[in-house]
């Protein structure tokens, strides 16, 4: 593990989020879903980890992440949270529990928070959420805010490719990045924004930016871990580094297995009662 000037910090929260950015620290967060997955990225060391709307693709093989509810966002929430012990928890609220509505929206955090004890939540967009984070911040939940390619406005973009890099887009996201900061939110992501506007965004906040496609300027980067793991095989976009080669070591594995069983050499006598 690198060096970390919080270490022996027990818990990590909004705070120490923002002493790491004042200090030059950078963030590290991956997405994780589900108990047994959670409890080794928290044992590794992980500052913040995301329950994404990214379930919605790599859990449940679905093309966009429209289609996942909140009532599953919970319940993969609670599985990360009963798993985790010292990192900043953080959830998604999915498409159609936060837009246009700021009533609905406290009230889709408030059952995250309730139900699954998480330490925060994150929604996409700017100002035309700012209704909304600023009911749920007045709650006392803390809100990370989400910018740049925001996969939920998929149908709206119309591909994945990198965004602003036209001067009338990026001069949006800056000026949507400080009004995230001036409503309070803690944190903000930016994904698949060219470097030079990444470095911006993170100059011209105080609060920490974590990018994904975002650059090396930004102060905290996130991976969707499937992708990082290798399990999803065929997205390869440049952002993304592989640390494993998983979908080959498990095919692997389980074709052994699956010889093992049938060459009857699985069960052995040790094996057996
Ligand atoms: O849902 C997710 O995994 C995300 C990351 C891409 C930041 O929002």
Do not use: W
Request: aromatic letters at 6%; one cysteine or more.
């Amino acid at each position: 593990m690198s060096a970390s000037k919080f270490i022996d910090t027990k818990r990590i929260t909004v705070h120490t989020l923002q002493e790491m950015k004042n200090i030059g620290e950078k963030i590290s967060m991956l997405t994780a879903y589900d108990f047994s997955l959670a409890k080794i990225v928290d044992a590794a060391g992980i500052d913040i980890i995301l329950v994404g709307d990214s379930a919605s693709n790599v859990i449940a093989g679905h093309e966009t992440t429209l289609p996942i509810t909140l009532d599953q966002m919970i319940y993969h929430a609670s599985s990360v949270i009963r798993a985790v012990k010292r990192c900043l928890v953080v959830v998604d609220l999915p498409f159609g529990s936060y837009q246009g509505n700021s009533k609905l929206a406290l009230a889709s955090a408030i059952r995250i928070m309730k139900e699954s004890g998480a330490h925060a939540v994150k929604l996409e967009g700017g100002e035309e959420v700012a209704e909304s984070i600023e009911r749920i911040l007045k709650a006392g939940i803390p809100v990370m805010g989400h910018l740049g390619l925001i996969p939920q406005s998929i149908y709206k973009f119309g591909t994945y490719t990198v965004r602003a890099k036209e001067e009338a887009e990026a001069d949006e996201l800056l000026k949507n990045a400080k009004l995230l900061q001036e409503l309070g939110c803690f944190g903000i992501v930016i994904e698949k924004i060219p470097s030079e506007l990444g470095k911006k965004v993170a100059e011209i906040v105080d609060i920490p930016i974590i990018g994904i496609g975002g650059g090396p300027h930004v102060d905290g980067q996130v991976l969707v871990l499937h992708d990082m793991l290798g399990i999803t095989k065929d997205f390869s976009p440049r952002f993304l580094r592989r640390y494993l080669d998983l979908f080959d070591e498990i095919k692997g594995a389980v074709e052994n297995y699956v010889s093992d069983v049938k060459s009857k050499d699985f069960p052995n006598e040790k094996e057996a009662y």
